[in-house]
């Protein structure tokens, strides 16, 4: 569910920029008629204006991150979550738990506290308050060993609950804050390839409407499930004529559209948007988003995405 909070002064920054010009395009004789400012997060950390410029860069190697609504940016490196001012300042940090080999997640929640997944031998989903104290210690279920593999974007539910993909399980799991698992979304389905397709869920998103969305990265595709688990809309590889490499990150925008990112694109188009009939209305072969982890679309056409972004 979309929340009402206003547009970060960082964000809203990206809006000064020339808006006559065209998003950054693959063909530049045949540009976009949308243009998007972004967060792009991956081997590069920046935010690209509408014109095509960064209006702002940080350190590379980040896998998760939001603007914020004060201003600040929200990121994930694979040892720490940091909480960065536009000056670059870092106000908020957290460390992953020695025991553990990564991190997968950052979300800013509605209470304040921050979403932090670790990977290792003890996944779990964490809460930690604003002074860095873990208030939420909720174990995961990834299926495997494997940490690297166990779990990506996870996010908290206005419910309260969270929603994390499981890559080798092959599924999507709900849990609760005492970390029951409520609910369990199966991505190797015969009718999507079943596990030979290797559809690991990277990205899960609940939609407004109840259902979920989910990047299956190593199966180059993005699938949206129903309640009960029944698949109700996918875009293939085919239907974006082959760019999808590997997407990560996936975004829902409030026209309906949705946008993925290629993490294995290290040149050429690394972002597409396609709409509900399956429709490319919008690339990026921007450089800065090349090998794009995550991103978070800010303005489309001058206009601030509203609300908590989908991703």
């Known amino acids: 569910m979309r929340s009402t909070a206003p547009l970060s002064r960082l964000a809203a920054a990206v809006l000064l920029v020339s808006t006559t010009t065209t998003a950054w395009c693959a063909d530049a004789a045949a540009p976009s008629p949308i243009r998007h400012s972004y967060l792009v997060l991956g081997g590069k950390t920046a935010i690209i204006g509408e014109d095509g410029k960064a209006t702002w860069e940080y350190q590379g190697g980040t896998r998760d991150g939001f603007v914020l609504p004060g201003g600040n940016v929200l990121v994930a490196f694979a040892d720490r979550v940091e909480e960065v001012a ?94 029951k698992v409520v609910r369990t979304i199966r991505t190797d389905l015969e009718a999507i390839g079943g596990r030979k397709a290797e559809n690991w869920p990277f990205t899960a998103i609940r939609l407004d409407n109840g259902n979920t969305l989910s990047s299956l990265t190593h199966g180059n595709k993005v699938v949206e499930f129903d309640t009960t688990g029944a698949i109700v809309w996918a875009v293939r590889n085919e239907d974006v004529g082959g760019l999808f490499k590997d ?65």
């Open 247 to 311: 997407p990560c990150g996936s975004q829902r925008l409030a026209n309906g559209n949705t946008v993925i990112g290629s993490h294995a694109a290290n040149q050429g188009i690394s972002m597409v948007e396609v709409t509900r009939d399956l429709k490319t209305v919008w690339t990026s072969d921007h450089p800065l988003a090349a090998g794009v982890h995550h991103f978070q679309i800010l303005t489309t056409d001058g206009k601030p995405e509203p609300g908590m972004p989908l991703k």
């Open 86 to 179: 536009p000056d670059k300042h870092v106000v908020f940090s957290y460390r992953r738990a020695k025991e553990n080999g990564e991190i997968g997640t950052t979300q800013r929640l509605y209470n304040g506290n921050t979403l932090v997944t670790e990977l290792g031998s003890r996944p779990r989903l964490l809460e930690v308050d604003p002074q860095g104290k873990i208030v939420r210690d909720v174990p995961l279920q990834p299926e495997t060993d494997n940490a690297h593999m166990q779990t990506r974007m996870a996010r908290q539910l206005r419910g309260g609950n969270y929603l994390v993909p499981h890559l080798l399980a092959f599924a999507v799991k709900e849990y609760t804050p005492e970390g």
